[in-house]
């Protein structure tokens, strides 16, 4: 069974940093792109960064760009999120979810994690 | 980038209705990357229908997509009391400021 465990949220002030973590089993994360997707607290949906599987291509959107790094490790099928220079706009649930496998592309986000609360707040 | 405008924001509708939801593209959705999801009070979305017609596995029969282009089409034929909740279409462009783009969202409630 695919399970995605999203971590690594909490309360963080005006300005400050926080990674977020997601943990992969039950599929071959390596042969997966992956993404955080984001939703602030009874809004809608937004993209927020993607990563090729083996980390060659990332993508980020315009809202987060330079202030957000996406990685991975393969080795520990876990995904991360680093988040700096944060802001109240920033405060949402962060989920990663799977993307196009090596073997077939969709352009769809078929598995996701459960959410991480972060909220930016003094 | 492409920004997809979803309608009725709204949609209230009894069991046993037909529900039609829609999905504008400002531009054309390069090969019909365009997905729809069912979110939950408490839950992550999870896909109904890729590549705008394409049901997801385990997705039921009364669920359809339809469109091409710019105009994508979301239609339950007979509602069923879980199938109230929000959906999203989301669709995906190559080249462009973001990637990935998620529509605002339809909130199919008991009429």
């Known amino acids: 069974e695919v399970q995605l465990v999203d971590s690594g949220g909490g309360l963080v002030q005006p300005g400050g940093s926080l990674r977020v973590s997601c943990a992969a089993s039950?599929?071959?994360?390596?042969?997966?792109?992956m993404h955080w997707v984001r939703q602030a607290p009874g809004k809608g949906l937004e993209w927020v960064s993607g990563i090729s599987s083996n980390s060659g291509d990332r993508q980020y959107a315009d809202s987060v760009k330079g202030r957000f790094t996406i990685s991975r490790d393969n080795a520990k099928n876990s995904l991360y999120l680093q988040m700096n220079s944060l802001g109240a706009e920033d405060t949402a649930f962060y989920y990663c979810?799977?993307?196009?496998?090596?073997?077939?592309?969709?352009?769809?986000?078929?598995?996701w994690g459960q959410g991480s609360l972060v909220t930016v707040s003094s | 980038e492409i920004v997809l405008t979803q309608s009725p924001g709204t949609l209230s509708l009894s069991p046993g209705e037909r529900a039609t939801l829609s999905c504008r593209a400002s531009?054309?959705?390069?090969?019909?990357?365009l997905t729809w999801y069912q979110q939950k009070p408490g839950q992550a979305p999870r896909v109904l229908i890729y590549?705008?017609?394409i049901r997801a596995t385990g997705i039921p029969d009364r669920f359809s997509g339809s469109g091409s282009g710019t105009d994508f089409t979301l239609t339950i034929s007979r509602l069923e009391p879980e199938d109230f909740a929000v959906y999203y279409c989301q669709q995906f462009q190559r080249y462009g400021v973001s990637p990935y783009t998620f529509g605002q969202g339809t909130k199919l409630e008991i009429k």
């Open positions: 531009q054309s959705v390069t090969s019909n990357y």
């Open positions: 590549r705008a017609s």
């Open positions: 039950g599929f071959r994360f390596g042969d997966y792109a």
């Open positions: 979810a799977t993307g196009c496998s090596i073997s077939s592309c969709d352009r769809k986000f078929d598995y």
